[in-house]
């Protein structure tokens, strides 16, 4: 019986931790040159596509922009919630960036205790280059 009750708690995790990703994903996809380039229609009115891009350092690029906009924005998503009833798996997300020389990726981990007794921390990562990336460039 305990190891289905894990089971399910597993499930929710994953299915949370999946689901913020594809927010995530859907709101990377929202941040395009072309609604940089807009000034009325209420996102990212205040930034356009030179102030996105950064000026290529670690703290001023696409992935910070990006890490910027889903923390703080018109275009937040919020960390993930288990909808897990009884037990607390301290399921968290951090945002950090990717230094790859050239460019940057945002990185995303998830951490969660494990619903199983023999398993402690695990990890989900993904690394995200921003969509609107490949504009700065031209």
């Known amino acids: ?3 289905s009750n894990h089971q399910k708690d597993r499930q929710a995790i994953e299915a949370s931790i999946n689901d913020n990703i594809q927010l995530i ?5 929202q941040i395009t040159a072309t ?3 807009k000034t ?3 996102f990212f009115d205040e930034v356009n596509l030179e102030q996105a891009c950064g000026s290529g350092t670690i703290s001023s690029n696409a992935a910070t922009f ?3 906009q889903i923390s703080n924005s ?9 909808g897990i009833r009884q037990t607390d798996y ?3 997300r951090e945002l950090s960036i990717l230094d790859l020389g050239t460019s940057y990726m945002l990185k995303i981990v998830y951490s969660f205790e494990a ?3 023999n398993v402690n921390t695990e990890y989900r990562s993904i690394e995200i280059s921003p969509s609107f990336e490949a504009n700065c460039y031209q």
Do not use: C, F, K, N
């Open 66 to 68: 990006l890490m910027s």
């Open 25 to 29: 994903q859907q709101a990377d996809s």
């Open 90 to 92: 301290s399921l968290q």
């Open 115 to 117: 619903p199983e007794e």
């Open 40 to 42: 009325d229609d209420g």
């Open 35 to 37: 609604r940089l380039a």
């Open 1 to 3: 019986m305990a190891s």
């Open 74 to 82: 018109a275009i937040s998503v919020p960390g993930p919630e288990p």
